[in-house]
């Protein structure tokens, strides 16, 4: 089952949390990795789906920020989804280049031993 939101209904569907944030899962639309993680505003989710170039909230920097506008690798977003609850993002991208800052494709390259 899926259902088809417009972006003003899906905007509103979000369950921003207290610092009017919502975390987002970047999943690469080619091959299926989980990329990275990161989070979104009301105005950065907006623009991401207006404008279709992936734009994020930095908590560290308390700034907007476009995914590559510094170093190139820009993601382009292929489809946005919201999970059951509205407090989950999930966003399918056409990635350019790494997705990590270290250069790796994807965030999550290290992982527990068992």
């Known amino acids: 089952?899926?259902?088809?939101?417009?972006?003003?209904?899906?905007?509103?569907?979000?369950?921003?949390?207290?610092?009017?944030?919502?975390?987002?899962?970047?999943?690469?639309?080619?091959?299926?990795?989980?990329?990275?993680?990161?989070?979104?505003?009301?105005?950065?989710?907006?623009?991401?789906?207006?404008?279709?170039?992936?734009t994020y909230w930095s908590r560290s920097r308390q700034a907007v920020w476009r995914k590559g506008e510094t170093s190139g690798h820009v993601q382009h977003l292929v489809e946005a989804w919201i999970d059951c609850d509205g407090d989950a993002l999930l966003i399918k991208v056409d990635q350019i280049g790494?997705?990590?800052?270290?250069?790796?494709?994807?965030?999550?390259f290290r992982r527990a031993e068992k």
């Open 1 to 54: 089952m899926t259902d088809l939101l417009t972006r003003e209904a899906f905007v509103n569907a979000v369950a921003f949390d207290a610092d009017g944030l919502v975390p987002v899962i970047a999943q690469s639309a080619a091959t299926g990795a989980v990329l990275m993680m990161a989070w979104m505003n009301r105005d950065t989710l907006e623009r991401t789906l207006s404008t279709g170039e992936v």
């Open 98 to 108: 790494p997705a990590c800052h270290t250069g790796a494709p994807s965030c999550f």
